[in-house]
């Protein structure tokens, strides 16, 4: 027999609130997500608008003194030569970044995705994910470490005898230094190994997506393995690569760490607005430099979701 006690009132604070949600659905979902937008409204997106008025002021060149006036002078300082070059310097490296990662994991993911099962595969997210458990600090001076010329890499080159081989590397304007160490091309290096997981994971969550039978009746069909990939397996893996490239490229674009430790000594945007408003003083070109990023990344955003990247994340 049921008990009467079962339908009695409930009592209480939260018995009441407890009946007030189910009556009040929607009331009670706006009421969960209020404190979400709340932040999201006033500490993330006011902060960036007021870092966007910032950007249209202008910096007194003998006071020093912030001009709190609407003027474009300050984002036509980033049309200066020393300026551009950082801008453009920093979107090559982010698309150099970009395009080794896809190579890189693109291999990786198909191999978990197609032929890895059961404890293979969790060994593999292991694998994948285990650089991302350690300190980002500690893996780039690590890497500076790796890269120095006292380094690992210098000695395995010199026991190689291919010596000659990294100093004629070193020599290259576009990627050399006195060493890996302080060289775009040791920057490279240390971004893609830090980077390299962003990209690998919704490349092979892609990759799952795609039906074997489609490759197979592509080979039925008389295509040859090299245009199978090309005609089936890469368009219906580019939303997976377009997913990972917003991880790789907006991260380097707006790294200052990695330039600053493993760097050859020329600024990338993320230094430039340190340089400028924390030695300079001069805050409007800091954040006009930091606006560069938010735009460059918000006509990448709209590209890569006309190609359906979001579906892939």
Not at 20 to 42: D, E
Not at 280 to 296: D, S
Not at 301 to 306: D, E, I, P, S, V
Request: hydrophobic share 60%; aromatic share 14%.
């Amino acid at each position: 027999m049921t008990s009467p006690a079962i339908f009695a009132p409930r009592s209480g604070v939260l018995a009441r609130a407890a009946d007030w949600a189910i009556r009040h659905p929607r009331m009670f979902v706006f009421l969960m997500v209020l404190p979400i937008v709340l932040w999201l409204g006033i500490v993330y997106i006011g902060a960036l608008i007021a870092l966007l008025m910032q950007s249209f002021f202008s910096i007194d060149e003998f006071s020093g003194v912030v001009q709190h006036e609407f003027t474009l002078k300050t984002y036509a300082e980033l049309l200066r030569p020393s300026n551009f070059a950082i801008i453009a310097r920093t979107v090559a490296m982010a698309a150099a970044v970009t395009l080794a990662s896809a190579v890189l994991a693109f291999p990786m993911a198909y191999f978990a995705a197609r032929y890895a099962r059961g404890k293979w595969k969790a060994l593999f997210y292991i694998g994948v994910m285990l650089p991302l458990w350690s300190s980002y600090l500690v893996k780039v001076y690590a890497w500076k470490l790796v890269l120095a010329k006292e380094g690992i890499l210098t000695w395995i080159f010199a026991q190689l005898h291919l010596s000659w081989l990294l100093d004629a590397v070193l020599a290259i304007p576009v990627v050399g230094g006195n060493s890996l160490s302080v060289s775009y091309l040791g920057t490279f290096i240390v971004f893609v190994y830090i980077w390299l997981p962003y990209m690998i994971i919704p490349v092979q969550a892609a990759l799952e997506r795609v039906p074997a039978p489609l490759l197979e009746a592509a080979s039925d069909l008389g295509a040859t393995p090299k245009q199978s990939f090309r005609m089936v397996l890469l368009p219906l893996a580019l939303p997976g690569i377009v997913a990972g490239s917003i991880f790789t490229f907006s991260l380097t674009l707006g790294d200052y760490i990695i330039p600053q430790i493993v760097g050859s000594g020329r600024l990338f945007i993320g230094q430039a607005v340190y340089t400028q408003q924390g030695t300079a003083g001069n805050i409007p070109l800091a954040a006009a430099f930091t606006v560069v990023p938010i735009v460059i990344m918000g006509v990448y955003l709209w590209g890569a979701r006309k190609m359906g990247a979001f579906d892939a994340l």
